[in-house]
C-alpha cells in the first residue's frame, strides 16, 4: 500500500504542477494556480500520516517505509527548485514572458550553481533521516528497525556522491570555449574590458 502511495503522490504532484501552470498561464487565473500549487506538500502530508499509521498498526518496519522517508526528503530538498524551474517555462512558453536564465555553464558560476543544488540533496537527507529516526523511536524495537536505519546510510551515501560530483565542479572548472562570447581571459581580456 505504500508503494502505490507514494507512486500516487507522485502522479499526483505532476497532476497539481501541470493544473496550477495551466490555470495561472492558459486560464489566466494566477489566484487558482497558485492555490494547486501549494497544495502539493499536502501529498506529502497525506504520505507521512499514511506510512505512521502503517508502523502504528504493527507493520513491520521495510524498505517501503525507507523509499516513502526518502521520497518525502526529496521532495522537501528539490521539489521547490523543481516547481520554479518549470514555472520559468511555463511562464515563457505559454505567457510570453522571457525565456528563464539557465544554469552557468563555465568556471567558479558553475560551480556555485551546483554547490546549491548538493544542498538541496542535504537537505534531502537530514529530512529524510529525521524521519526515519523518528520512525525508529515510534517503533521502539531496535530488531526491527534496521533497514530503517540502511535507508538513512542510503540517503548520506546519495549525499555524499552528489558532493564529490558537485565539488568536481570547483576543482576542475570547466572553461568556456575560445570562439565563445566573454570566452576571454587572463590579460588580454581584461585589456579589452578596461577598454571598453
Known sequence: MIVTLIVLCEVGFWVLLAAGLAFRYLLRMPRTGLALLLCEPLLEVVLLVVTTLDLKNGADPS??????ALYIGYTVGHGHRTVKWLDGHAAHRL???PPPPGPPRY???????EGRVWLGTVAAAAVASALLQLAVWYVGDPGRTGSL???MYIAWRAAGIHGLIALSYAIWPKKAPADEPGATS???GEKERAGR
Open 107 to 113: 568556471g567558479m558560476a558553475r560551480a556555485r550553481h
Open 186 to 188: 587572463g590579460k588580454r
Open 63 to 68: 524498505w517501503k517505509h525507507g523509499l516513502a
Open 95 to 97: 505567457a510570453g514572458g
Open 149 to 151: 536505519h540502511e535507508w
